[in-house]
C-alpha cells in the first residue's frame, strides 16, 4: 500500500505564506504525475497546480505567479509554495499522485488526506 501524507497546512494572514510538503511512503513503487487540488466549503475540488516527473508544470490561472510546486523524486515528495495568499485561497489542499506499484502495470491515483489551509483577511 502508498500513503500520501501533508503537511504544513495552518492559519495565515492575507498576503502572507505557507509551504506545503507531501511524502509518499511504502515500497516497491514509482510515482508519475503529481498535483495539488483544494476544495473550498461548498464548492468541488479543483486542481491547483500538477507536476510531471520531468518537472513540466502546470498551474491554475487563480495561482499563476503565487504559487511554486516541485518535487523530489528520490524522496518521492511533493511541495507546494504558496505565496501571496488571499482568502479566496482558503480550502483543504490535498496531494494527488499517479502510483505504479509492482507487479501492476498501470498507474494508479492515489490521494492525502488532505491539510487545511485558512487564510484571514
Known amino acids: 500500500q502508498v500513503q500520501l501524507v501533508e503537511s504544513g497546512g495552518g492559519l495565515v494572514e492575507s498576503g502572507g505564506s505557507l509551504r506545503l510538503s507531501c511524502a509518499a511512503s511504502?515500497?516497491?513503487?514509482?510515482?508519475?504525475?503529481m498535483g495539488w487540488y483544494r476544495q473550498a466549503p461548498g464548492k468541488e475540488r479543483e486542481l491547483v497546480s500538477t507536476?510531471?516527473?520531468?518537472?513540466?508544470?502546470n498551474y491554475a490561472d487563480s495561482v499563476k505567479g503565487r504559487f511554486t510546486i516541485s518535487r523530489d523524486n528520490i524522496k518521492n515528495e511533493l511541495y507546494l509554495q504558496m505565496t501571496s495568499l488571499k482568502p479566496e485561497d482558503t480550502a483543504v489542499y490535498y496531494c494527488?499522485?499517479?502510483?505504479?506499484?509492482?507487479?501492476?502495470?498501470?498507474?494508479?491515483?492515489?490521494w492525502g488526506q488532505g491539510t487545511q489551509v485558512t487564510v484571514s483577511s
Open positions: 494527488n499522485a499517479n502510483v505504479l506499484k509492482r507487479p501492476a502495470i498501470r498507474y494508479e491515483n492515489y
Open positions: 511504502g515500497s516497491g513503487f514509482s510515482i508519475g504525475s
Open positions: 507536476i510531471a516527473r520531468s518537472g513540466a508544470t
